[in-house]
């Protein structure tokens, strides 16, 4: 199996599990806790990784302003995937997010001069189609649950997701992956942490939509269960990171941003597994045709 598809599955598995427990301590405490949570137990794994492996920050001025703006990327990204979770159907958001990876093929193509046979190709679009199928329920109208202000976010989100995975790749060129992942680390936590006390003190009246939960939980206090839902997100977060900055630096951009999309499928995956929740015919689908792509774009 490609090291790519390897690595993208690695940080799929990563984020599809993160995304309920991102989602329900959202509702509980607002997304931009959540965001903010997840940054600060990144930054501090990243940090510790870097130290045992003595990596240090990176001085080339390209690096540092590249990561910089990656890690700004992941921060708005983050936030409005979360903030689209807290407000709407996780089915659909999931499953429009998801579609991060068709996107980033397409820009691995023209910006990076990426190549894909006819096969790999046919298979990429197989797999796109087939995970927002996964990750998208179709019942009570599609009218209705696309109109959901959750799924605006939704695209936000998925663009900024692309633009991180290319921005990655476009700095990795310069610096070892641990660098460049150090410094979108840390930059990130530290815009996250100076958004939540603006939003929390001068912005509070304006930012209440993401500052606060949903499920009744009006005073945003964050139970144990909830703290511990923000760290493990922020582990799971920082293994998927790390999995897909590695295969970013030693594999295709395309064929690991588009494996690292098939997170909404682990979900499923796991909630027939463990939950046993029912697949509906679409998502069955889309499974198949995850499946069938996997198979088309292992091919050299």
Same mark, same amino acid.
């Given at each position: ?6 690595? !993208? ?11 309920? /427990?991102?989602? /329900? ?6 997304? /931009?806790?959540?965001? $903010? ?26 690096? @540092? ?10 921060? !708005?990204? *983050?936030?409005? *995937?979360?903030?689209? /979770? ?8 999931? #499953?429009?997010?998801?579609? *991060?990876? &068709? ?9 990076? &001069?990426? $190549?894909? +046979?006819?096969?790999?190709? @046919? ?6 189609? !087939? ?54 680390? %840390?930059? +990130?936590?530290? @815009? ?54 590695? #295969? %970013?630096?030693?594999?295709? $951009? ?30 069955? @689908? ?15």
């Amino acid at each position: 199996m490609p090291l790519g598809l390897v690595t !993208g599955l690695g940080a799929a598995l990563s984020w599809g599990t993160l995304d309920l /427990l991102s989602a /329900l301590a959202s509702r509980r405490i607002g997304s /931009l806790r959540v965001t $903010t949570g997840m940054q600060i137990v990144g930054a501090i794994l990243i940090a510790l990784a870097a130290v045992v492996t003595g990596t240090r920050v990176p001085t080339d001025p390209f690096v @540092l302003i590249g990561g910089a703006l990656v890690g700004l990327a992941g921060a !708005g990204a *983050y936030l409005t *995937y979360f903030t689209g /979770l807290r407000i709407g159907p996780i089915s659909v958001v999931s #499953g429009v997010v998801a579609a *991060y990876g &068709g996107l980033t093929v397409v820009l691995a193509v023209v910006i990076r &001069g990426e $190549t894909l +046979n006819l096969v790999q190709a @046919l298979g990429a679009a197989a797999a796109t189609i !087939g995970v927002v199928l996964t990750g998208v329920s179709f019942d009570h109208g599609l009218r209705g649950r696309f109109a959901s202000p959750g799924v605006v976010f939704a695209v936000v989100s998925l663009v900024l997701f692309s633009t991180m995975s290319i921005g990655s790749d476009i700095v990795i060129d310069r610096a070892p992956w641990l660098e460049v992942l150090l410094v979108s680390r %840390l930059s +990130n936590a530290a @815009l996250s942490i100076l958004v939540l006390v603006i939003a929390s003190t001068v912005l509070r009246r304006q930012a209440s939509a993401l500052i606060e939960g949903t499920d009744g939980a009006v005073d945003g206090r964050a139970t144990r269960r909830v703290i511990a839902a923000v760290v493990l997100s922020g582990v799971l977060d920082s293994a998927g990171l790390m999995s897909f900055a590695y #295969g %970013l630096e030693h594999a295709q $951009t395309w064929l690991v941003s588009l494996a690292s999309s098939f997170g909404p499928a682990v979900t499923i995956v796991a909630a027939v597994a463990f939950l046993g929740e029912r697949l509906r015919p679409i998502q069955w @689908l889309g499974l198949g045709g995850i499946l069938v792509g996997m198979i088309a774009i292992a091919f050299p």
